[in-house]
């Protein structure tokens, strides 16, 4: 692996419920150095969000867990955890679709799905342990569609086989995922945060253009204009008014 | 990686029903395997653990002091710690909907003890305490928002 330190160390669990789970449960008995990766192709039980899961067949597609140390941000900056992990896995998505010469377009929903054209072929779940106000460590869970070629329940979820009709070595998709992980990583850790915020506001799907919107007063029109520090979606009306939502506050149509 | 690090390693995978993990570091790589059916024995022989639950009982009566505590209260309460919220977020009291909450009234708190989720933003994070007591109200509802330094845990560290 050509990295300094993401996915040096590595633990292959041969199947697991959630390599976040295991993760955070290992750290409890084991010092892990930081950017160790647990990984598994046979992820079961993959979680989303509270109470939603991630659907996958066995041994098609990747699930791994970043373990990180980030006590130099504070925990009013962490939504640049979600940035730069967004910008990772989006990075290498591109970079692949480049290599087979698929003009797709790459982007990232806010605030933390991968998307390819209208279609998640990603998914994000960070869980960090905080003390006082300091992040301790943070457990960074990706999951990628990569082998698989059907998708029953999920509305509109991708994978890599889908779009470039190729079977991927799954190592391979991790090893470069590392890379690209290290170095926005690193990025953040050298406080280049300008670069950070410019890229994912570049890749944020539907920015700058009129959509419709749902909050609980009903469906509304509106532009994706910028994202806060604190991870805020922020909106301009029709009526030509700025509003932000945070993450129960606003649904895509 | 030290002798009592890998010896760690196999306590943790035996004990985590997974039947093959692989680590690889610079130096070294281990395969461990947990052979078909061990699982089992892992089982019976945790059993020791449940006479151990049987026995931490008292906690249960404990939980009647509190209720003497709290009239107490009244009149001192500054002798309780209070736990505030670090950030603005969605406040949980256990790591999935189907999972027990981390802490109860009456339960003793040791400093790094897991107490609380906030999650913002998709981001989940876990609230270590950063005191040693009993828990003796929560004072946020599961599931619901919390402000920067919102009370959310009454301690008695005594």
Redesign the interface.
């Known amino acids: 692996m050509k990295t300094l330190f993401v996915g040096?160390?590595?633990?292959?669990?041969?199947?697991?419920g959630s390599t976040n789970s295991?993760a955070t449960?290992?750290m409890r008995?084991?010092?892990l150095s930081e950017g160790s990766v647990i990984y598994s192709f046979s992820q079961l039980n993959g979680?989303g969000?509270?109470?939603n899961f991630w659907e996958s067949e066995p041994n098609k597609n990747m699930a791994l867990s970043i373990v990180l140390y980030p006590r130099f941000l504070s925990?009013?900056k962490?939504?640049l955890?979600?940035k730069m992990t967004s910008l990772a896995v989006s990075d290498l998505m591109a970079e692949i679709l480049q290599d087979y010469n698929k003009s797709a377009n790459v982007s990232i929903k806010w605030?933390?799905d991968i998307y390819v054209n209208d279609k998640k072929i990603a998914g994000?779940?960070?869980?960090?342990?905080?003390?006082?106000?300091s992040?301790?460590s943070a457990v960074i869970g990706i999951g990628i569609n990569v082998n698989q070629k059907e998708f029953n329940s999920t509305k509109g979820a991708v994978s890599l086989i889908t779009l470039v009709e190729l079977e991927f070595d799954l190592q391979n998709v991790l090893e470069r995922l590392c890379e690209f992980f290290e170095a926005r990583y690193l990025q953040l850790k050298s406080n280049k945060l300008e670069r950070i915020d410019k890229a994912y506001l570049d890749r944020l799907y539907r920015i700058g253009t009129w959509a419709d919107y749902r909050d609980e007063q009903g469906v509304f029109q509106g532009r994706i204009t910028g994202v806060s520090t604190?991870?805020?979606l922020q909106l301009e009306l029709k009526s030509g008014e700025l509003k932000s939502f945070?993450?129960?506050e606003i649904g895509f149509i | 990686m030290k002798l009592n690090e890998i010896q760690d390693l196999i306590k943790f995978v035996a004990k985590s029903g997974v039947s093959e993990v692989e680590l690889e570091t610079k130096d070294v790589k281990i395969v461990i395997k947990t052979p078909a059916g061990r699982k089992e024995q892992v089982f019976v022989q945790s059993s020791p653990v449940a006479p151990s639950v049987i026995q931490s009982a008292p906690v249960a009566l404990q939980v009647a002091n509190p209720v003497v505590e709290a009239k107490v209260a009244v009149s001192d309460d500054a002798k309780y710690i209070t736990v505030k919220s670090p950030m603005i977020g969605t406040f949980y009291r256990s790591s999935s909907p189907d999972k027990p909450s981390f802490v109860n009234v009456g339960d003793e708190v040791v400093n790094g003890k897991v107490i609380c989720i906030i999650e913002a933003m998709k981001l989940f994070n876990e609230i270590e305490s950063e005191v040693k007591g009993k828990i003796v109200k929560v004072l946020v509802d599961d599931a619901t928002p919390v402000e920067y330094d919102q009370p959310l845990f009454l301690v008695d560290p005594s």
């Open positions: 040096q160390n590595s633990i292959h669990v041969e199947s697991v295991y449960e290992m008995q084991i010092e979680r969000q509270r109470g925990v009013d962490q939504f955890l979600t605030p933390n994000i779940l960070i869980e960090n342990t905080l003390k006082e106000t992040i301790q604190k991870g805020k945070s993450l129960k």
